[in-house]
């Protein structure tokens, strides 16, 4: 009868152990691809990077080229004033 219980108890760790394994492999799995995942984000991070850049590059263009249509908006109206009083 002891034999009996003692095959049980081994079977039974076996079971336990095998059930550890497989956890093992998932785990590994689930690292590998958070991994993978981690790489395609930071990625796509420096793609975003760059067109943020470019993105802020432009937008610095445009404003100074609005800076200078004023500056010459309020020349032209200077020159107008001027004009107007030399009349």
């Given at each position: 009868m002891l034999y009996y219980v003692l095959i049980g108890l081994c079977l039974s760790l076996v079971g336990v152990a095998g059930l550890q394994f497989s956890y093992l492999f998932y785990l590994d799995?689930?690292?590998g691809e958070r991994k993978k995942r981690l790489a395609e984000l930071e990625h796509r991070c420096t793609e975003l990077k760059a067109k943020?850049?470019?993105a802020n590059r432009k937008i610095e263009e445009q404003d100074e080229l609005i800076e200078n249509l004023e500056v010459l908006h309020v020349r032209n109206e200077e020159a107008w004033a001027d004009l107007l009083e030399e009349n």
């Open positions: 799995r689930i690292d943020l850049a470019a």
